[in-house]
């Protein structure tokens, strides 16, 4: 199994930045590919950005590309989503999930296997 636990969510105002990680521990074999997932109210999950194991190898959603950086440090099981110039439109519940290698960066919830159990972020106008 592979537990997952983000943090660093909270209220900010537009145009601010903020950092999530997470911490993760278990079958870290598992974990080739991390994720990071949001879902507003009454919204789908989208998916954000993902990463793969070296860290060479990222993706990112249109809408926050050029905005939002994710990196990861194995040393520490941890990745990270370093968000800037936040939107109210980024205002949603931030997940972060994990699968092995797939041959590429998944982008839909149904292809990872493990997540957390969210953090909020909320940006104000």
């Known amino acids: 199994q592979v537990q997952l636990v983000e943090s660093g969510g909270g209220l900010v105002q537009a145009g601010a930045s903020l950092i999530l990680s997470c911490a993760a521990s278990?079958?870290?074999?598992?974990?080739?590919?991390m994720g990071w997932f949001r879902q507003a109210p009454e919204k789908e999950r989208q998916f954000v950005a993902g990463?793969?194991?070296?860290?060479?190898?990222?993706y990112y959603a249109d809408s926050v590309k050029g905005r939002f950086t994710i990196s990861r440090d194995n040393a520490k099981n941890t990745v990270y989503l370093q968000m800037s110039s936040l939107k109210p439109e980024d205002t949603a519940v931030y997940y972060c999930a994990a699968v092995g290698w797939q041959g590429r960066i998944p982008t839909t919830a149904s292809q990872y296997n493990y997540w957390g159990q969210g953090t909020q972020v909320t940006v104000s106008s």
């Open positions: 278990g079958r870290t074999f598992s974990m080739d590919i």
């Open positions: 990463i793969g194991w070296s860290g060479g190898t990222t």
